[in-house]
């Protein structure tokens, strides 16, 4: 079964500090995986997509990371900031079928001074 | 550049009633996606559309659901009747050709939709 498991679930960190968050899949066959970030109220916005052969991609002070053996990616954040703070969602995308993505519920991150 | 437009933004109606959610995608984008996020089940893909033709709908619930796309910028998402347990944010998202190959989806801010 295609399933998408984030982890942890809600996480509280410092400002400043750092955090990385965990995305485990078992889709098959593998096409991508993206990561959203979700402020409250509004609709998700992709931060970044990992393809097979990719281990890390970096977009500002988020940096993902894939390993396609393990079926496992994090999302790493340096340096908090109070406008981290949000869902981060991972989807990952299966190669059978033009629109076969799947869905993680999500880890809701609080930043606080 | 304007993004997906999603209205209203907030409903809140006793059920029974009908309900229809609008969206406009962006410009030039050919694939549209209607989604429910709940808190328990996260994001949902209800249907989605490539270049006005519905492709998928096995996400819709029930029967009660229906959508359309009568032109490349404006599509709909009806309940009819509506139940408490619709309720839910409700987003729209478009985006270039397939997502599933590489492409974001761009995402609206949702309809926060409470059925009394």
């Known amino acids: 079964k295609n399933q998408v498991e984030q982890s942890p679930q809600s996480l509280i960190i410092l400002e400043g500090k750092n955090c990385t968050l965990q995305?485990?899949?078992?889709?098959?066959?593998?096409?991508?995986l993206r990561w959203y970030k979700q402020d409250t109220g509004r609709g998700p916005v992709s931060l970044t997509i990992m393809t097979f052969s990719e281990n890390t991609k970096s977009n500002g002070r988020y940096t993902a990371t894939l390993d396609a053996d393990t079926k496992q990616s994090s999302l790493h954040i340096t340096a908090s900031q109070l406008s981290d703070s949000a869902s981060y969602i991972c989807v990952v995308s299966a190669q059978n079928g033009a629109n076969n993505l799947f869905f993680g519920t999500g880890t809701r991150l609080t930043v606080i001074p | 550049d304007a993004g997906v437009i999603q209205s209203p933004r907030h409903e809140v109606t006793e059920m029974g009633q009908e309900v229809t959610l609008r969206c406009k995608p962006i410009s030039g984008h050919n694939s549209l996606f209607w989604y429910r996020q709940t808190m328990m089940r996260g994001l949902e893909l209800l249907i989605y559309?490539?270049?006005?033709?519905?492709?998928?709908d096995s996400g819709m619930p029930e029967d009660r659901f229906s959508a359309k796309m009568p032109n490349a910028s404006f599509s709909t998402l009806k309940i009819q009747p509506s139940e408490p347990r619709d309720s839910a944010v409700y987003f729209c998202a478009s985006s270039l050709v397939a997502a599933g190959i590489g492409q974001p989806q761009h995402f609206g801010d949702g309809t926060r939709l409470s059925i009394l």
């Open positions: 995305c485990n899949y078992t889709v098959s066959p593998f096409s991508n």
């Open positions: 559309f490539n270049n006005n033709v519905p492709i998928d």
